[in-house]
């Protein structure tokens, strides 16, 4: 049996509820279960039930900063979906895609000999970090909970990395944990967020979840979710609110244009054109302005 | 309809099967989950599958040391069952009972939502940590998940740990986040162990599991594992574990009651009695001792 | 010219206003200033102006946990009063008094002999720790910012930390800093709060302030507040909410009472009877019970 | 009221040493305070009585390091003006400027609606930010205690930063806290000194102080210091120590000159040369080359 | 051959500076070389050369504080004896004793072999933390550099800390690293001060010294110092500078009791009486008493 | 006495075995000590014992990353080899050279009383940091145990980088410790490892130890061993096993070179490739291709 054709298998014996991969936290979600937890996603979703925010808006989202989103989400009563403190592997470019989540916990064996029996059941030789990385598609940025572990916690080295570059088309990688071969990484294009790097190889842990939802610092992430990563941390942006998200951050940008061309005019002070104008012709000149502007790039988006 | 009723009723629901509540992440396993995954349980089960190791092996593991189940736990590839780095209640006594998880997340409208809808088809007004705490049983010990948080990740107060106290008689308190009102619990007897202490309430979390795979420092915690804690910290032991962990620690207390027994004789050096006896007289010596106390000890044990 | 002279007539020279003393940030705040930084204190006053809660309400201060300040100052917009992470000295011992705040600052020569030109003219020798201990009250809390120091940042030993003890009748200290002569204190039973303790002497501080805001950790701290410290950290109560804390207080503890009453009684879950009880029949019982003991309780404040 | 006049005002009103405004900590020194606490400035001052370090000694330090200012600021006992661990935004780049200082604290509702009196009292609608940032002059470095703070302790975004940058010529920004914007604020060229970066708006927080003494770090902070900032932190040097440590610095760079011109002739050891050559007749080498560079050098400070 | 007989041997060995055992850092001193590195001592010595404090001063000692010891360490140029950051066993009791040090390196198994090769030659089966134990003598403390390991790195247990109480008459243990069996060590009343506890046995590393200089904290300790710790941290006192601390301390004890009393007449501000007397007649009153106290004190001390 | 004279007379000395310089912790090895302590050593040695890796085996070392040396080191049971944390100078450049190690204590006057003396006695005028880096060789990396200080553990500012630099044509540098001058050091190429950046100098600290094993971090750094620094951190690699990790490191650049051809393709799922190839006709494919190009790679060795 190929390897196509075993996933495939696995799909299916996902899709079709059967008991071996119905349970959630040690393996993953069927796609009833999946549809359920992300039941507010307007968008298409993968054959598993993974939400899957539109190629286009993600492209949108790409010209964001943490700021913008930061504009949005608590105001909606998401006030946990930003982590940071992490190692940037390339702080000048975004991470933009869709969050494949993998939950690791520390190595218990009557837990992983469970886990493998589960595995070895949908067709799968053990269930190894590789087990996930192989389920990646463009697009996806892999969202790994390692515990913060430096030595063991490395979930790739670059041959990985580089494997998931190609698989993902540069998606990108968040991990709670470490990888390995900084050097090598380095010199790879897409975008990485890890805690530590250290030489030694993943191990003394075992899988226990690949696309639940998993805890990334402070933040709670749904497989789907929105990954955005700028040089300050990541933002995972429930599917429901990232058309909200870049609507705004248009209005943001050119709030922004206007500011600093005021600025560069030099005869005001901040507080008379920031946060708004004071000044009413002023403020009707921004809003004009915000209007045409407005309406200049929303025409690109058809 | 009362508590009791609601509750009878939920765990019925649990022992069908039916889905609203077969989600091991989001909510519990059911009892064939929880059976599949705790397979090697020697021991009876509570009616939700969750092993129940007995009272008596409980009582002879409250003479024990976090030394004694370190020689038996690494030996057999459990090298991740002991957390520390808490501040303890009652240094001097020790934590041991059935472990009760319980997982919190940080709090997130959508997935809040889903689980809060699952609660309320099981009878419940909400999910909170109440609905868990009114789950308890005797010799449970409460082992709670909230990711390190001190400000609002304060499981409990007074009134409620004093709920628990009744509740498990005294069985005791595990959290990986805090505690508030740290004098009114000072005042009561259980065992707890905490991260911080804060006046702060419980909040912006959201209840993920109860009684799955939970995650405490770098351990993984099962339902139904026998806790122990001490002044050092607190160790997690599989079910199957547990009659060889009080079994060799009989040998352990034997051996050091020999070894200060031969150091007050004042005539050794350390290296020629301790770890064990170089002389084969004294070696001789020492097995007679340790079959004749082994066989007293072993007595007191009906 | 004796000390109490001296004193005396810095407090007059205070009093007067006069431009030598009206600098707050380098010495202290004359009396009109003092009143209208804290213009909300419906308290009396000392000579300085500083808010002088009365001593029956410090006393009833003496039955609080923290969690019933924090059941008032957050919802009255106060949310950075409590300060934690201190070494307390007599966890057991309820810390209650009125703030006496000093500011130090680390040591400049240039401001330094600002300072200390400022202290001679007012009649003292040079400006020291001394110096503002000895303008302590009975009942003050010595409340000092020293910028979390340990080795230098020694605000006392143990015999100006038994003179504080003589002098404001225990009434306590707080130091975002260290003392000295941990053994020596130890003894005596003034309540202290400190982050660290070091041999050293203090020294290359400098005082800034008398009597001016403080900042403790992320708390504001006025001359005057009430300062209550229990085993989980210390709050800075505003003079103008104290009454309604202490008030709020009482219906805590029958709160507690009456919960751990039906806890007792062993017929409910928790989710029955705490936060509120949920059958109206037990409702009613707790609201007369409430009623019935606020009335024993306020009639001893008499 | 255009807000040029509103300032002039204000200045009008601290020049009178109008009450409303005379209080250090809460808001900023008379022209009189400022004269008697910076006494030993030995340039000219701004209106507000900070000094002026000329522009063209600022010019000269740009050309210094650390360890520069270092060689003369402990042996004049100012032991305590030098700040690390920041993240620097261009770390090649050197920081110089005078200081303009802001002073926040934790919220506190009834201190800030004294703060806010004040300033409406003095015309502005309310102290922000943004009161202080519209008061930077060309030259200036804004210095801003934020305590540390990362969420909500955001001292600007990219908009205010360019805004600075506009106002002060690229003079920078020191601050204990945050910015938000990082992505915004890493393409604009002026000197940045932070402790965290953060997507949320400053808030929870109030001004307590303008142009008075602050802390940053270990180090006390005088409004008109010479802040100077290189890849290992930032030292703030007092006016009077300024020409010293330029003039120094001459001799330390001829001397570093001479040692690596000795160095690359490959003939000695490094103690033979460094910290001062141990042969007299390489010792009046040394001496005739310094005399003869420091001449040519000082020629250029026409 | 007894191990009585062999440790003999070995100190025959030492004494003869044969080359097995002559290099300082991977076993010990000769003779010789501990009298050339502790020449200033002014007492006897052991056989091997390390500095023996007398009983009398040991026991004097146990009467002082920390800050009677930096009384007079600084000031003869000692600044790096004192060491804290301790968990320390038995706060309330006196460390007393003379300094037994041992040096551990992290484990390399080409340097273990010389370690244990030379330990052989020497008679020792091979080298671990027994064979340093095992030449305690009355009056020691251990003093361990096991650089900060907690996991492995447990210089003892409980039979061994009882080992170690009867051999050096509980003279102490201060360890860099952790102890094991907590709760069995705090049974007995040794003065105990270690960085961690955990319940592993000491492993990965390898005797570097036994009674050769080493590093706890940022302090230098020699073989033979006076370890004197109370329940700020640990001092290290020389042995020349032994009888000026006592002696010294004394001194400190009468003003202690002299202060205490002016306090407590409760008519003296701190600063009259304390750091010495400003009034004449209480400077002669004071130093009156000093000179009848310290003859007092002094005839105690035949 | 030139210094080429005196530094030849003081091998000379050590060479001889003159008691003056016969101790190892406090001042260095023998030539008969150090190859007692580097027996495994392959290769040929300096004059002092020192081993010396060929110039060939350091060159093809530049190719490695910390990955491959830790695919050799633990199992060989050298597990403590590896140490991280620094700051790096230039990150993208390796740091590859022979350890030459110094080891530093807290200042104690008595001590360093005596290590002087020694000095003086061998030719040099006193012990300093300077005695040690005039000691270096071309392809040496200095090791410095400053044990973590900052302030004051500087261990060089620019000149003497620059001369390290010129002595050990750009070898090296990695210190437990700080550096100053960072911006001078940036701008030359010598590789450099360091904790902390200070601009104060070097001080309160004595040399214990010229070419004596001495403590990075968890690891044992042996003088002679093989330095290797990448981006994650440094590798101190016994020279018996350099061989081995170079050649088995052409073995992983062959299989990376490999693996990622495949991955190119596109065809196959990570697992089927990496870590081996699962198809025997995949595994047979990378089997020929690995034989061929090792040697092409190692005919360039010649």
Chains 1, 2, 3, 4, 5, 6 share one sequence.
Do not use: C
């Amino acid at each position: 049996m190929t390897y196509g054709t075993r996933i495939a298998t696995a799909i299916a014996v996902i899709a079709l509820g059967i008991p071996a991969v119905s349970h959630a936290q040690l393996f993953t979600l069927t796609r009833e279960q999946m549809i359920e937890l992300t039941a507010q996603n307007p968008f298409d979703r993968f054959p598993d039930g993974r939400p899957k925010v539109p190629d286009g808006l993600i492209e949108r989202t790409r010209g964001l900063s943490a700021e913008e989103v930061f504009a949005v989400l608590p105001g909606k009563n998401f006030r946990n979906q930003f982590a940071d403190g992490f190692q940037i592997l390339h702080p000048g470019r975004r991470l933009v895609g869709r969050a494949f989540t993998v939950q690791f916990m520390p190595l218990r064996p009557d837990l992983d000999g469970v886990v493998n029996a589960r595995a070895k059941a949908a067709g799968f030789e053990r269930m190894t970090n590789q087990t996930a990385i192989d389920m990646l598609q463009p697009g996806d940025v892999l969202v790994v909970d390692l515990f913060g572990q430096g030595e063991n916690g490395t979930i790739v080295g670059d041959n990985l990395f580089y494997y998931i570059m190609k698989a993902t088309k540069s998606g990108g990688l968040v991990v709670d944990g470490a990888i390995r071969d900084l050097d090598g990484i380095a010199e790879m294009e897409m975008p990485a967020y890890f805690r530590h790097t250290h030489p030694s190889a993943i191990g003394n842990v075992m899988i226990s979840g690949i696309n639940i939802p998993v805890r990334i610092g402070n933040t709670t992430v749904m497989p789907g979710d929105l990954v955005f990563g700028d040089s300050e941390g990541v933002y995972f942006i429930p599917p429901a609110l990232v058309q909200q998200v870049v609507d705004n951050a248009d209005t943001i940008h050119i709030h922004d244009e206007w500011t600093r061309k005021k600025f560069d005019e030099g005869k005001y002070k901040s507080s008379e054109i920031y946060g708004s104008p004071k000044d009413p012709a002023l403020k009707k000149e921004y809003d004009d302005y915000l209007k045409k502007r407005l309406e200049e790039i929303r025409k690109t988006y058809k």
